[in-house]
C-alpha cells in the first residue's frame, strides 16, 4: 500500500508569514494525527482527527495554527503568522481505527522561519 | 501528565558491540509502547511494540522489554551494524486510539 504523503518537504519563509502544510493518509485510515518535532526533541502531537472530526487538539497553538481535514481524507495544517520558534519537521501520521499497532508515518516537512 | 525520558542521549560504539537503550515514563498506565526509528530527514519506522499485558518483543536483533510498574523498557540491539546508525525514539499511548508521547531520542553511531 502507498504510504503517507506529505508536501513540500522543504519550506522556508520569513516571520510573520503564512504557510501551509498537505498531508494524504493511507487509503482507509481513519486517524490522522499532525506531530511537531523541533530539532533535538522528540515529536510532539498538535493535533489528532478521527475521520473528519477533531479527538484531541489541547497542544494546538490556536492563536496561529489550524488543520482541517475535509472529507475525512486529506489534512492541511496552517501557520499564520509563523514565527521563528515554529522552525521543525511537521510529521503527519495515519492508523486505521481498532489496529493496536499500524502508525505510518509521512517523512516530513521540514519548515525554516527566518 | 504523562513524560517519557530516554537516556542515553547519544551513544557511540564499534561495530559488533551489543547495546542498550533506556526508556522510561512517569504514568505506568499506559496501553502500547513502543520503539520506532528515524533517519535523517525521514519519517518514523515502527521497530517493536509491546502491549502492555506483555513482556518483551523481538525481532531479528532487537529485543525490547517492558516493565510497566517501575515504568521502563529497554531496546537491546546486538551485534550493531553501521546500518543501525540512527535515532531510535520511545513512545507510549495511555488508551486505546490516543497519540503517542515521544521522548527525545537516543542518537546511536555505529562505526565501522
Known amino acids: 500500500e502507498a504510504g503517507v504523503a506529505q508536501s513540500p518537504r522543504y519550506k522556508i519563509i520569513e516571520k510573520r508569514q503564512s504557510v501551509a502544510f498537505w498531508c494524504n493518509p493511507i487509503?482507509?485510515?481513519?486517524?490522522l494525527y499532525w506531530y511537531q518535532q523541533i530539532l533535538g526533541q522528540g515529536p510532539k502531537l498538535l493535533i489528532q482527527?478521527?475521520?473528519?472530526?477533531?479527538?484531541?487538539d489541547s497542544q494546538l497553538p490556536k492563536d496561529r495554527f489550524s488543520a482541517e481535514r475535509l472529507k475525512g481524507v486529506d489534512s492541511t495544517l496552517k501557520i499564520q503568522p509563523a514565527k521563528l520558534e515554529d522552525s521543525a519537521v511537521y510529521l503527519c501520521?495515519?492508523?486505521?481505527?481498532?489496529?493496536?499497532?499500524?502508525?505510518?508515518f509521512g517523512s516530513g516537512t521540514r519548515l525554516t522561519v527566518v | 501528565k504523562q513524560e517519557v525520558t530516554q537516556i542515553p542521549a547519544a551513544l557511540s560504539v564499534p561495530e559488533g558491540e551489543n547495546l542498550v537503550l533506556n526508556c522510561s515514563f512517569t504514568?505506568?498506565?499506559?496501553?502500547?509502547l513502543q520503539w520506532f526509528r528515524q533517519d535523517p530527514g525521514k519519517g518514523l519506522t515502527s521497530l517493536l511494540l509491546?502491549?502492555?499485558?506483555?513482556r518483551e518483543q523481538t525481532s531479528g536483533r532487537l529485543n525490547a522489554s517492558l516493565d510497566k510498574s517501575s515504568g521502563r523498557s529497554t531496546l537491546y540491539i546486538a551485534a550493531s551494524q553501521p546500518g543501525d546508525s540512527a535515532t531510535y525514539l520511545c513512545?507510549?499511548?495511555?488508551?486505546?486510539?490516543?497519540?503517542?508521547?515521544f521522548g527525545k531520542g537516543t542518537t546511536l553511531s555505529v562505526s565501522s
Open positions: 501520521a495515519s492508523r486505521r481505527i481498532g489496529q493496536v499497532n499500524g502508525y505510518t
Open positions: 487509503s482507509g485510515h481513519a486517524t
Open positions: 482527527f478521527q475521520n473528519n472530526g477533531v479527538v484531541d
Open positions: 504514568d505506568s498506565a499506559i496501553y502500547n
Open positions: 509491546i502491549q502492555s499485558s506483555q
Open positions: 513512545a507510549v499511548d495511555n488508551q486505546a486510539g490516543t497519540a503517542l508521547i
